[in-house]
Nanobody
Framework: QVQLVESGGGLVQAGGSLRLSCAAS????????MGWFRQVSGKERDFVAA????????LYADSIQGRFTISRDNIKNTVDLQMNNLKPEDTAVYYC??????????????WGQGTQVTVSS
């Protein structure tokens, strides 16, 4: 089992940047595929990005392609989401998640509590 805690959310102006970080507990972090998702109140949670256990392959949602970068550090047990050129439509609660198995946009086993990102126009 793994526990996930996100940090780094906040308020930023459109065009600005934020870096989200997710700290994971447990000694098996390096075996999990990790992902970031986001959810606007009243809407479904959407996939944002994912990275394989080794960090060698990444997957992104079309809406953030070229603006966001996911990375991980298997020594520090962290996975980050660097968000550049933020837009008001990026406003959401962002969640970190972990899953067994290969890269995927769904079927994640563990979730963090979320961190709010608000982008003002």
């Amino acid at each position: 089992q793994v526990q996930l805690v996100e940090s780094g959310g906040g308020l930023v102006q459109a065009g600005g940047s934020l870096r989200l970080s997710c700290a994971a507990s447990g000694r098996t972090f390096s075996t999990y595929t990790m992902g970031w998702f986001r959810q606007v109140s009243g809407k479904e949670r959407d996939f944002v990005a994912a990275i394989t256990s080794s960090g060698g392959t990444r997957l992104y949602a079309d809406s953030i392609q070229g603006r966001f970068t996911i990375s991980r550090d298997n020594i520090k047990n962290t996975v980050d989401l660097q968000m550049n050129n933020l837009k008001p439509e990026d406003t959401a609660v962002y969640y970190c998640a972990a899953r067994y198995g290969p890269l995927s946009k769904d079927e994640y086993n563990y979730w963090g509590q979320g961190t709010q990102v608000t982008v003002s126009s």
